[in-house]
């Protein structure tokens, strides 16, 4: 396993953007793959979206295609997640996650701590 600590993460209000950033203690650009999921309460952890070491595919839920955008730093050693066109149902605790497949969360070795995203109507 290795650290991941997310930031980025508060509150905006419905339409509004958010960059969320995940810093990894590992080479980024070598490891399989690293993803975004999120979990709000009540409701299952969901992928939101990843990008993979061949050729830095990115494969997306499709609730978010189209507003959310991840990309890597191999250099920085950093995950992004740029979200646009924020909708309340959006809002939720955001995990960076390390060493996995796609979006089959199960998969991932490493997790980060979260950070809450919040977003009103």
């Known amino acids: 396993q290795v650290e991941l600590v997310e930031s980025g993460g508060g509150s905006v209000q419905t339409g509004g953007s958010l960059r969320l950033s995940c810093a990894a203690a590992?080479?980024?650009?070598?490891?399989?793959?690293m993803a975004w999921f999120r979990q709000s309460p009540g409701k299952e952890r969901e992928g939101v979206a990843s990008?993979?070491?061949?050729?830095?595919?990115?494969y997306y839920n499709p609730s978010v295609e189209g507003r959310f955008t991840i990309s890597r730093d191999g250099a920085k050693n950093m995950v992004y997640l740029q979200m646009n066109s924020l909708s309340p149902e959006d809002t939720a605790m955001y995990y960076c996650a390390a060493e996995g497949a796609f979006l089959y969360g199960d998969s991932y070795r490493s997790w980060g701590q979260g950070t809450q995203v919040t977003v009103s109507s």
């Open positions: 990008i993979c070491a061949d050729g830095y595919k990115t």
């Open positions: 590992l080479d980024t650009s070598s490891r399989k793959c």
